[in-house]
């Protein structure tokens, strides 16, 4: 089976002569379907600009791009933005909501803007909401909405169009503990259900829940490895904590 | 601990009693404050009893002998498992710094190689605490009691970085 993401020999580079930045050198790196990566390290280390490349929001100065079995670092801007709205679900660390739109239609946008007939989008949506928490807060604007429920609104948002692989920049960076907890419980969820994700995070409870973890520094992979699945509990935990 | 610390100088080369606190000194800077004279050569005794160092005697003329320490396969074995050793019963700053100085001291392993097994295993202690909170309902005793154990392992990965900052070089 061919990886959802694909990346060879990605370099990009900012500046020239002495101000030469290597954000992202000679990178190779691959996603398989269905798998939840977490991309960690510290600021500058690139991390966020290799999203974006994987994105197809920016290019690479060299190297290639594969998503879903396409090469998407060649194409025009508009083929790009056809790959992102059909194949690609963004979540940032601000939301970046519609201010003016309700949770619901702030949701069902991508899928009409996709071709989807109005009622399909609205019945997917509102079945989004639901599955996310939020049944009853879908006539709400996000102004009224707490960051959490806005962080799943937006992560319905990102995955209204059944996306190939779920892109999230920092999604736990603007949450509480409380909050943070549910975006992670969501992942899980969707990772259930098949989803391939790879997130961005510098936070080490959210990169700590990940099967893979992927640390970067200076642009390059520094360490790469599988998290065996916990067999601990919580009363395992904490009879722990009495003794010391 | 001072067992460890001992052995693990005495890893990069054999030394003399004295020699060896010398260079205890130079490696441990202020945590060398707890190693005395007297202290030095107990250890030494203790750790040749139970066969982690041999002694040859030296004749030196007009002078008391002098002792040369060497590390057996036994001691050298204590030391790799005391450097790669992850479990950190309660995080033991002290212990794993002492780890990290003499292991670039006695060039016996890479500090930053220490960091990042150390960190390995934190990373699966914090993944174990925060799944075991996110099965619990919010706002239970669990879930208050689990987040102080996520925070505690999170400021001992924190730590780590600093670790890492330190002896990696990085600027």
Known sequence: MSPVVRMIGVCKHFGKGEALVRAVDSLDFEVSEGEAVMVTGPSGCGKSTLLQLMGGLDLPTAGEVWVGGRRIDRTSERARARLRREHVGFVFQDFHLMDELTALENVELPALLAGTSTGRARRRASALLEEMGLADRGHHRPAQLSGGQKQRVAIARAVVNRPTVLLADEPTGNLDSVATTEVLRLFDTLRANGQTLVVVTHDQRTAATAERIVSLRDGAIVEDHILAPSTVNAADLLSGEALT | ?171
């Open chain 2, 1 to 171: 601990m001072q067992r460890e610390v001992v052995l693990a100088l005495l890893a990069k080369e054999p030394s003399h009693g004295y020699e060896l606190r010398a260079r205890t000194e130079r490696a441990l800077g202020p945590l060398a404050a707890g190693f005395n004279a007297g202290q030095m050569y107990v250890t030494l005794g203790r750790l040749e009893q139970s066969g982690l160092v041999t002694s040859t005697r030296e004749a030196v003329a007009e002078r008391p002998e002098r002792r040369t320490y060497e590390l057996t396969a036994a001691g050298r074995e204590r030391v790799e498992e005391w450097l790669t050793d992850v479990t950190w019963p309660r995080p033991d700053l002290t212990d794993f710094h002492l780890k990290l100085v003499v292991a670039a001291a006695g060039r016996l392993a890479d500090p930053v190689e220490l960091v990042s097994a150390q960190r390995r295993e934190l990373v699966r202690r914090l993944r174990d605490a925060q799944r075991a909170a996110m099965d619990e309902p919010d706002g239970s005793d669990a879930s208050l009691l689990l987040e102080g154990v996520v925070l505690r392992i999170e400021a001992d990965l924190t730590w780590l970085d600093a670790c890492e900052r330190v002896w990696g070089g990085a600027p």
